[in-house]
């Protein structure tokens, strides 16, 4: 295993636990009510806001909460405001950012980014700087206990997945877009334990960092995460799997 797909799934692990203290229920409410507010709030017609409601009901977010969500952004109440921006930049090591954002003041938001880049060996770029690095990806978790890994791997991949991973204690598949939903549905038809499920972004090549780098950027990307307005960090670092396990 990359020390990337290490730091992958320790995000993962990372956000259940996260989902588990309800930390992260801000966030999701802000997905769904953009997902409403741009698409309309029926998730069948709307794939961001389906996508946005799976990952809220995976947290174990009463359905009350969804609804009343959706409902606040159709009618022009709160999320009417937010938009979504992406910042871009570097941290230590020449590591490419993204970070992906939803806010109702675009000043603040640059400025917080842009301090948590600077204070830990970053800088904000211009947009475009460091999009060209990644790709648009569907990720899907699937609990590996009581799982077969050939049947699971036959199901993902029958269904359009492009990559699968078995990592430590569940299985990354990785799938194009347009596929993502249909790899998700038949994964969860055969009966295996979708645990994470999400459109995210991947880095076409990673960049190895070690050492003082490897703490600095690790430090980085928690602050970025701590952030009221950040939906999602991604980065392309590479970090020996040994030395990550250390600093995580």
Known sequence: MSGHSKWAQIKHKKAKVDAKKGRVFARLIREIQVAARLGGGDPDLNPRLRLAIDKARAANMPMENIERAIKKATGGGEGANLEEVIYEGYGPGGVAFMVV???????????EVR?????????????????WQFEEKGVIYVDREGADEDSAFTVAVDAGAKDFNALSDSFEITTEVGDFGAVRDALERAGLVVSSADIT????STVRVEGKDAERVLKLADALEDLDDVQGVFANFDIPEEILETLA
């Not at 301090?115 to 999009?131: D, M, P, Q, R, Y």
């Not at 972004?201 to 076409?204: A, E, Q, R, Y």
């Open 101 to 111: 954002t939803l806010t109702d003041n675009k000043n603040r938001t640059t400025g």
């Open 115 to 131: 301090h948590v880049l600077t204070k830990h060996g970053g800088n904000l770029g211009k947009s475009g700087i460091v999009a």
């Open 201 to 204: 972004h991947v880095p076409k």
